[in-house]
């Protein structure tokens, strides 16, 4: 099966990636950012193009959302599969007469790290039955996770991701910026960060949760509330003590 | 020295239990809880009492943030260091003719979890400089991390704390009512979420953002506002999607 991977960004690095350390070959990368597609190319031993995209049986489109569908459209035939690796956009969003699919990783991918990709559910769409066979049998070679999704579960499984890791990523970022101010070093949080992610591994996260909210502490949420100078974390606070007090009826 | 330590809760488990760890005796667990006393007591062969609290040279507070100025007025002598060990509560609230000090670890403690001590950072205050040099040197044969901050500054990494680590926890409890709504696994979004904790031990949480905030993807923001149908969700969601585009200033 000849494999053509689209994009240069993190997802297609870690796409083309995992299928190499399994021994799968990708025939081509290809896109539009010639320094990225050179970088990959090189250090993955994989051919490139900006101009001309092969022929092939299963292409994957790693690009942003908001190029999709236009993407879908350069397929170069009809006799193939085409699969989109986004957790928000519909398979509808694929443009062409060639069968088509989602393969969703939920993993968030940057360049520099090292990942376990046995370790990440991918999660997978089909329009017929037999392309189903065809990206299980694939996607075992990479990961022990493999779950199937469609449209609306995917979305689903997509914004829960967006609530558990790219909002808390961003609780990281307004608590850096307490600490960075008061000049306490962000490096002491990080344990105590690590535990609040073990624990969650074998507790509940709603039996887990601590803190002056779920103690209804009103006089340390009162005093918090006069340390914060900054309008964004003040709402962020207020909107998440709430939450908190509802989610326990307190 | 003779040391004493007074509750039964998390905090008072894991004070009592890092000492033991390293060498250093505790006199007697001191708490109205007979239950938890018993066990920690029979667990850590230390004896305890609910009646008569005993002489000793350095007593640890290790009560509810509300009970500590209460519990503060029953220690039976001057002649001794008294050390509270809430983020919150300032050293004032030691109420006595004794020496005052706070001893605030930066970790969430919970029974069942075993921790590794010499990773969490102690602060400590004191009033006088000879009983810091005393509770240093005492630390330092558990943590390797001693820090010292007076009132303010423990209260902001108190707050700092909050935010990421019981609002972290939070989401995750809404996210897996979203997952578990759609009955998709929780289990799924563990790797993610290691992921998401890892990258931050090496970038800074505010280069390490992604999601379709960031992305300033309104298509995305839109529809996933369409599937949230509880409204904690939903202003949760608008609230921090909004705080990372001003944050990024989108």
Same mark, same amino acid.
């Given at each position: 099966?000849? *494999?053509? *991977?689209? &994009?240069?960004?993190? #997802?297609?690095?870690?796409?083309?990636?995992?299928?190499?350390?399994? &021994?799968?070959?990708? @025939?081509?990368?290809?896109?539009?950012?010639?320094?990225?597609?050179?970088?990959?190319?090189?250090?993955?031993?994989? !051919?490139?193009?900006?101009?001309?995209?092969?022929?092939?049986?299963?292409?994957?489109?790693?690009?942003?959302?908001?190029?999709?569908?236009?993407?879908?459209?350069?397929?170069?035939?009809?006799?193939?599969?085409?699969?989109?690796?986004? &957790?928000?956009?519909?398979?509808?969003?694929?443009?062409?007469?060639?069968?088509?699919?989602?393969?969703? !990783?939920?993993?968030?991918?940057?360049?520099?790290?090292?990942?376990?990709?046995?370790?990440?559910?991918?999660?997978?769409?089909?329009?017929?039955?037999?392309?189903?066979?065809?990206? #299980?049998?694939?996607?075992?070679?990479?990961?022990?996770?493999? &779950?199937?999704?469609?449209?609306?579960?995917?979305?689903?499984?997509?914004?829960?991701?967006?609530?558990?890791?790219?909002?808390t990523?961003?609780l990281f @970022?307004?608590a850096?910026?307490?600490?960075?101010?008061?000049?306490? !070093?962000f490096d002491y949080f990080l344990p105590l960060i690590d535990e609040t992610v073990q624990?969650?591994?074998?507790?509940?996260?709603?039996?887990?949760?601590?803190?002056?909210?779920?103690?209804?502490?009103?006089?340390?949420?009162?005093?918090?509330?006069?340390?914060?100078?900054?309008?964004?974390?003040?709402?962020?606070?207020?909107?998440?003590?709430?939450?908190?007090?509802?989610?326990?009826?307190?």
């Open positions: 099966m000849k *494999i053509v *991977i689209i &994009g240069s960004g993190n #997802v297609a690095y870690h796409f083309a990636k995992a299928f190499l350390q399994n &021994g799968i070959a990708v @025939a081509q990368l290809f896109g539009r950012n010639t320094t990225e597609l050179e970088k990959i190319s090189q250090e993955l031993n994989i !051919p490139y193009s900006t101009k001309k995209i092969e022929i092939a049986d299963l292409y994957f489109i790693c690009v942003n959302d908001a190029s999709i569908q236009e993407i879908s459209t350069i397929i170069p035939t009809e006799n193939c599969l085409v699969a989109h690796t986004s &957790g928000a956009i519909s398979i509808n969003n694929l443009i062409g007469n060639y069968r088509k699919a989602v393969v969703y !990783p939920l993993q968030t991918f940057s360049k520099t790290k090292k990942l376990v990709y046995s370790e990440i559910p991918f999660f997978i769409d089909t329009e017929e039955d037999k392309d189903r066979e065809t990206l #299980v049998n694939l996607l075992q070679k990479i990961s022990r996770k493999i &779950g199937f999704a469609k449209d609306i579960t995917r979305k689903h499984i997509h914004l829960t991701a967006v609530f558990a890791c790219n909002f990523n961003h @970022a307004r850096k910026e307490i600490a960075d101010k008061h000049a306490i !070093p624990k969650i591994h074998h507790l509940e996260p709603k039996l887990a949760q601590t803190g002056p909210a779920i103690r209804n502490d009103n006089s340390v949420l009162e005093e918090h509330r006069k340390l914060l100078k900054d309008s964004e974390q003040l709402l962020i606070y207020d909107t998440l003590n709430q939450s908190i007090k509802k989610m326990y009826e307190l």
